[in-house]
């Protein structure tokens, strides 16, 4: 089995910063792509930004400039560090990775956290 486990969500105020961080166990062969969505009561989820196990990465226009996603991948960690943050931020946000396990190592299946919320206070 495999888990994802956020942590770092909360309240701030408007302008301010947190760091979300989210790890990812069990029986892991191999993560591609690692990222963080968010949704808000009635709306899609939406996706918030990806990072490849490269290093590669991908952000929404609406966080491009105050977000940034970095992991670690001997940790199996990806983390969104969120500055400037704005009203319109609070959402419940979600890790999401891209993992093949040791059960099934020829195919990537996609995993989800239990989501972390956040509150931005204008």
């Known amino acids: 089995q495999v888990q994802l486990v956020e942590s770092g969500g909360g309240l701030v105020q408007a302008g301010g910063s947190l760091r979300l961080s989210c790890a990812a166990s069990g029986s892991i062969f191999v993560i591609n792509v690692m990222g963080w969505y968010r949704q808000t009561p009635g709306k899609e989820r939406e996706l918030v930004a990806t990072i490849t196990s490269g290093g590669n990465t991908n952000y929404a226009d609406s966080v491009k400039g105050r977000f940034t996603i970095s992991r670690d991948n001997a940790k199996n960690t990806v983390y969104l560090q969120m500055n400037s943050l704005k009203a319109e931020d609070t959402a419940v946000y979600y890790c999401?990775?891209?993992?093949?396990?040791?059960?099934?190592?020829?195919?990537?299946?996609?995993?989800w956290g239990q989501g972390t919320q956040v509150t931005v206070s204008s």
């Open positions: 999401n990775a891209d993992i093949k396990t040791l059960r099934s190592p020829w195919q990537y299946f996609d995993y």
